[in-house]
């Protein structure tokens, strides 16, 4: 397993962007698939994004489709999740996830996990 660490987040008004990073621990983090998800009060954690290990290809929830970019820096062992014209309906504590399932879109996909850092996203 590896560590992670979540960070980035905040407050921001409507119509703005945050970026968010994921700092994770282990000599193998390339070899793991990486994904964000979700948790708003009151509800289920949700899937956002995820990133495959073999050529980094993104994969988006629809409901953050074309507003959100993720990407990955195997050199730093890091992770990105760009998020811009935010709505209100994001506000959420945002995870990163690891794994090495080739399911995309479960949380029972990912092994390790992070803490989690707040987005609160102001009408």
């Known amino acids: 397993q590896v560590q992670l660490v979540e960070s980035g987040g905040g407050l921001v008004q409507a119509g703005g962007s945050l970026r968010l990073t994921c700092a994770v621990s282990?000599?193998?983090?390339?070899?793991?698939?990486m994904g964000w998800f979700r948790q708003a009060p009151g509800k289920e954690r949700e899937f956002v994004a995820r990133?495959?290990?073999?050529?980094?290809?993104?994969y988006y929830a629809n409901s953050v489709k074309g507003r959100c970019t993720i990407s990955r820096d195997n050199a730093k062992n890091t992770v990105y999740l760009q998020m811009d014209s935010l709505k209100p309906a994001d506000t959420a504590v945002y995870s990163c996830?690891?794994?090495?399932?080739?399911?995309?879109?479960?949380?029972?996909?990912?092994?390790?996990w992070g803490q989690g850092t707040q987005v609160t996203v102001s009408s």
């Open positions: 996830a690891a794994g090495t399932s080739g399911s995309i879109w479960t949380v029972a996909a990912y092994d390790s």
């Open positions: 282990g000599r193998t983090f390339s070899r793991y698939n």
């Open positions: 990133i495959s290990w073999s050529r980094s290809i993104p």
